[in-house]
């Protein structure tokens, strides 16, 4: 028998975290479902988190006071309450660093499918608009080369962004946020305000955190100062967007395009009109999505908790 009690609130998690918390606690593990979690929470001292339910006041009730820490497998905790968790002294920890080269791949995807007008193309073969007669003005792109690229949000995911795309010979970096950093500078991107990012970028990639400050971010006052050639693209979170305002912006052509691997609501339903969209490349917010990076998350998540657990502190600590 372990020493403490762990509730893992997800059935899918890598068995790397299973094999790690076994060591010094009794593991139980949630079925599907808010449901699930709220039924079987009470009375744990740790909770492995991997969900996109609302982590708030009801569960941690529920879970009565022994609970002592919480170890998320995200980066992202905005669906967490943190104030409460604060308030009730319990620890709390997330998985950053460990994702940023597997989301900063998915940006570059992103980048690459919408300004290529990868779904217009594959819609062209599907539809037979292919023509045997060669057009020289069919389905030109936006290239990346020569372009400036506006990271909005220099963090390690923004830097991992910067790094893959100076192979493509951009001519500029601009960042934005809420002071200029020496990695910026290391990286040769210069620090701008969010207006000259928004009217001087031809890629506009957000990689910011979701806060109240970030809500709605890029709403129709954003994407009317961005260039009518411009490409936006979010690894973030959706809720940074107004996603009806992008949505008319991208209909009217305002902007030329965009890639999302993060929207409103998740899942999105299958006759979303984001979806009807040619000029918007979606994913179902798959920027961590592989094997090695999941792994990494959850050994990261597990260890949080078992240090925390112990009295050590955890590698990376929210709370
Ligand atoms: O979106 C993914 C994460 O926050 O880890």
Redesign the pocket.
């Known amino acids: 028998m372990g020493k403490f009690k762990v509730l893992v609130a997800n059935s899918t998690i890598p068995d790397i975290a299973h094999n790690i918390l076994k060591t010094e606690c009794d593991v139980k593990v949630c079925e599907e479902g808010r449901e699930s979690i709220l039924q079987n929470i009470e009375g744990v001292d740790a909770m492995f988190w991997l969900s996109h339910y609302k982590l708030d006041k009801e569960l941690l009730d529920k879970a009565g006071p022994q609970l002592k820490v919480i170890g998320s497998m ?3 905790y905005d669906n967490v309450d943190v104030e409460e968790l604060k308030k009730r002294g319990i620890k709390f920890g997330n ?1 950053p660093g460990v ?1 940023n080269d597997s989301v900063a791949d998915m940006a570059v995807l992103l980048c690459l499918a919408a300004s290529r007008r990868y779904i217009e193309g594959r819609q062209a073969i599907e539809q037979s608009l292919w023509k045997p007669e060669l057009n020289a003005q069919w389905l030109l792109a936006r290239d990346i080369c020569g372009s400036t690229v506006g990271i909005v949000g220099l963090g390690g995911i923004g830097l991992a962004v910067i790094h893959r795309l100076k192979c493509f010979n951009v001519a500029k970096f601009v960042y934005t946020g809420h002071k200029e950093k020496p990695e910026g500078k290391a990286v040769g991107a210069e620090f701008v305000s969010l207006d000259e990012l928004l009217k001087t970028s031809d890629f506009v990639i957000s990689c910011v955190p979701l806060n109240k400050e970030t809500e709605k971010m890029f709403d129709a006052k954003a994407f009317s100062k961005m260039k009518s050639s411009a490409i936006f693209v979010n690894v973030s979170r959706g809720a940074t967007v107004n996603q009806p305002d992008l949505i008319a912006a991208l209909k009217e052509k305002r902007i030329f395009a965009a890639g999302l691997d993060v929207m409103t609501p998740e899942p999105l339903p299958p006759d979303h009109e984001l979806l009807k969209l040619p000029n918007c490349f979606v994913t179902p ?1 798959l ?2 999505a592989s094997t090695n990076t999941r792994n990494k998350m959850a050994e990261l998540a597990a260890n949080n908790i078992l240090n925390a657990l112990k009295g050590q502190p955890m590698l990376t600590p929210v709370v």
């Open positions: 995200s980066a992202g998985t994702l917010h920027g961590s």
